[in-house]
Nanobody, 115 residues
Framework: QVQLVESGGDLVQAGGSLRLSCAAS????????MGWYRQAPGKQRELVAA???????NYADSVEGRFTISRDNARNTVYLQMNSLRPEDTAVYYC?????????WGKGTLVTVSQ
């Protein structure tokens, strides 16, 4: 079992920045992909960014150039640096990890971007 704990969500004004963190614990061997998803009210959960153990990244078009995902494999932690935040970035952000063929999710952290 893998446990994921997110932190860093907050209320921020449009144009501001936030940094989310997600720490993995438990049986963390062979975690390949870690990433962030988000779910806004009334919308489906969507991929924001993901990173492999080797550092290959993938971003949603809507955040490309504004968000940066990074990973500290020694600490089993993934980060999401979010710059130039927009009101439409408001959502609950969930950490995700894939270990072999199994998916794990954190409980989410709320990001609210005001006008």
């Amino acid at each position: 079992q893998v446990q994921l704990v997110e932190s860093g969500g907050d209320l921020v004004q449009a144009g501001g920045s936030l940094r989310l963190s997600c720490a993995a614990s438990g049986s963390v061997f062979s975690i390949n992909v870690m990433g962030w998803y988000r779910q806004a009210p009334g919308k489906q959960r969507e991929l924001v960014a993901a990173i492999t153990a080797g550092g290959i990244t993938n971003y949603a078009d809507s955040v490309e150039g504004r968000f940066t995902i990074s990973r500290d494999n020694a600490r089993n932690t993934v980060y999401l640096q979010m710059n130039s935040l927009r009101p439409e970035d408001t959502a609950v952000y969930y950490c995700h990890a894939r270990q072999l063929l199994r998916d794990y999710w954190g409980k989410g952290t709320l990001v609210t971007v005001s006008q």
